[in-house]
């Protein structure tokens, strides 16, 4: 007899498991309200294979991870000798390898530099050159360290003071006594390359001399703005057709003026006569008479501006300028060495919270090898450094700052995911330069912003 079945409302809905398998209730109905159903043995096998691979990929997964990112870190060690990295994760975690030990750090310390800067000056700050004429029509010229004064600001500078009434100038006397370093730049080889250029209290372009020597050997101006001067003639003498541009102070010195200062002196009187303003041919050292009227002040970019350059063409002159100028603006005229080297301590330890023993730095430029700093300690110059990372320039399509001296071979700059910044740092005191293959290996590790998350910043 065929007895109709009761549809009885449950707590669980009847479902199926698969096509053309029974339809399973739920256990907690009474068994006696309706035929239970033998569970097909594939629905048992099915289940039991679901929860195997569930387990597996809770269990297995992250070990798999794991052992990817020590397969990554053993890729990277590959190519480290004597050297290190790091790199913050999204997650906040710092990964890397000898992220503790101190390395020369080449360029890359120019960072720190910039950030005391933006932090001790300011980003709004201004270099500021003042030109005073005394009763005797002599032209005083007092620097305090602008490191971007070239040949066509020398140019705008004269013609404003034409437009004031100058026109006669007897001598040109230079004041530097914003500076008194102790030394040379910790580093510098003092050779003609303009790298290695010493830095003043007055200089013009970057205390750099363009020459170019002719095919005949007679001696022009390595560039149109920059007429040609007499330490131009003098110096290219020994040199072989070409253009150069040469750090003028690793030349003798010709006379009682050193050759930065000479370079001013003969720049701004060039100029002068060019703007019909009569000069004689005196350059003297001296500072500026208390009854000197100011008739002219000169302002820099601004340190945010002047910082962009610095780091787009690792411009140590530059670098060092903003290294003396913190010390400077910290503890009072005139500039040293000793001061700028406690005003960044100071920073270092107030503001970016670093013990003494983490940064050794004798100066900004990343000449010098007694410079030291861990990867780890680059991570928070980094972290700090963030809000100001759009002044970096691009290398390898990422935002990054590079060092290099023979044997120092770094990198320190921003990975991104997605459209977060990745802090990144490889330090390599070693003789091969495997710097390119430990980043590509560091960025596998995350994944670059889209095309809409890049329109969306």
Same mark, same amino acid.
């Given at each position: 007899m065929n007895i109709r079945k009761k549809r009885l409302p449950g707590p669980w809905p009847i479902f199926r498991r698969s096509k053309n398998l029974p339809i399973i209730r739920s256990p907690f109905l009474p068994a006696r309200q309706y035929k239970v159903t033998v569970i097909h043995p594939a629905v048992i096998l099915r289940s039991l294979l679901g929860l195997f691979?569930?387990?597996? +990929? #809770?269990?297995?997964? &992250?070990?798999?991870?794991?052992?990817?990112? !020590? /397969?990554?870190?053993?890729?990277?060690?590959?190519?480290? +000798?004597?050297?290190?990295?790091?790199?913050?994760?999204?997650?906040?975690?710092? !990964?890397?390898?000898? /992220?503790?030990? #101190?390395?020369? &750090?080449? /360029?890359t310390i120019k960072l720190v530099t910039c950030l005391a800067a933006l932090k001790i000056l300011g980003p709004d700050y201004q270099f500021i050159t003042h030109f005073h004429i005394d009763q005797? !029509?002599? #032209?005083?010229?007092k620097g305090e360290g602008d490191p971007t004064i070239t040949s066509e600001d020398v140019a705008a500078i004269v013609k404003n003071l034409f437009d004031q009434g100058l026109r006669q100038v007897n001598a040109l006397i230079l004041d530097g006594s914003a500076f008194a370093l102790e030394s040379m730049v910790d580093g510098s080889e003092n050779s003609a390359r303009p790298y290695d250029a010493e830095i003043t209290p007055l200089a013009v372009n970057f205390n750099a001399l363009p020459i170019r020597v002719r095919a005949d050997y007679t001696i022009d101006s390595g560039e149109e703005q920059t007429p040609v001067l007499p330490i *131009? #003639? !003098?110096?290219?003498?020994? *040199?072989? &057709?070409?253009?150069?541009?040469?750090?003028v102070g690793a030349y003798p010195v010709q006379g009682e003026l050193p050759n930065e200062a000479r370079y001013v002196g003969e720049l701004f009187l060039s100029l002068l006569r060019q703007q019909d303003i009569q000069t004689g041919n005196t350059v003297l050292l001296g500072t500026v008479p208390k009854n000197a009227p100011l008739v002219?002040?000169?302002?820099?970019d601004t340190v945010r501006s002047i910082i962009r350059d610095c780091l787009e063409f690792s411009n140590n002159f530059i670098a060092n300028e903003l290294f003396v100028a913190c010390g400077r603006i910290r503890f009072g005229k005139p500039a040293t060495w000793e001061k700028a080297r406690k005003a960044l301590a100071e920073f270092t330890n107030r503001t970016l919270h670093l013990p003494p023993e983490a940064i050794t730095m004798v100066e900004g430029s990343g000449l010098s090898r007694k410079n030291l700093i861990s990867p780890r300690t680059m991570i928070a110059v980094l972290e700090a450094f963030a809000p100001f990372s759009d002044l970096l320039p691009a290398k390898h399509d990422y935002l990054m700052k590079s060092g290099t001296l023979k044997g120092v071979y770094c990198y320190s700059g921003y990975l991104e995911d997605h459209d977060r910044p990745a802090p990144f740092t490889i330090m390599l005191n070693q003789e091969t330069n495997s710097r390119d293959q430990i980043l590509r290996f560091l960025a596998a590790q995350f994944i670059p912003p889209t095309s809409a998350e890049r329109r969306n910043r």
């Open positions: 691979l569930l387990i597996l +990929q #809770l269990v297995c997964v &992250p070990r798999m991870q794991v052992h990817a990112a !020590e /397969s990554t870190d053993t890729s990277i060690r590959h190519y480290i +000798q004597n050297g290190g990295y790091a790199v913050k994760t999204t997650q906040g975690r710092i !990964e890397g390898y000898n /992220s503790d030990t #101190l390395f020369i &750090p080449a /360029s005797n !029509e002599n #032209l005083y010229i *131009m #003639l !003098e110096i290219g003498k020994s *040199m072989a &057709p070409g253009r150069y541009r040469v750090n002219f002040i000169h302002k820099s």
